[in-house]
């Protein structure tokens, strides 16, 4: 079907799938999947409104073209993300014993000096007092 014979609905379904394919949508965020719901929301229409009764060529165009192109979802890119995440966990785990023992450490080294001082002051009282 060319475009003159196209009604102004299924072109504006088209063009949103342009959008999509190039990744410039107008509605929907950057990098947002192609697929039919999508494209309807990109162009502006309850998603319910892209039929393949009434669209049947569009929809299967888009068909054709999301089995062609996989698509990264946001699942899978959480997934890598949360792998990684979860890779750092022991390394995490052991940095944050190593500073709890660091921070005993010198909060045992603080409180000998703290007695140490108040024992040196004790003595120069009595120094001081005789």
């Known amino acids: 079907m060319s475009f003159n014979q196209m009604s102004k609905a299924e072109l504006q379904f088209y063009e949103a799938f342009i959008r999509l394919k190039t990744n410039k949508p107008n509605i929907l965020p950057k990098g947002s999947k192609v697929s039919q719901n999508n494209v309807a929301k990109e162009a502006g229409v ?24 996989p698509q990264n979802t946001n699942f899978s890119a959480k997934k890598k993300e949360n792998s990684a ?39 120069l009282e009595k120094i001081v007092d005789n």
């Open 85 to 123: 995440t979860n890779d750092q966990v022991p390394v995490l785990k052991n940095r944050i014993e190593i500073l709890t023992q660091e921070r005993d450490e010198a909060v045992s080294k603080l409180l000998e000096a703290q007695l140490t001082i108040i024992e040196l002051s004790l003595q």
């Open 46 to 69: 309850d998603p319910s409104a892209l039929r393949k009764s009434r669209y049947p060529s569009l929809v299967n165009e888009i068909q054709e073209w999301i089995d062609q192109n």
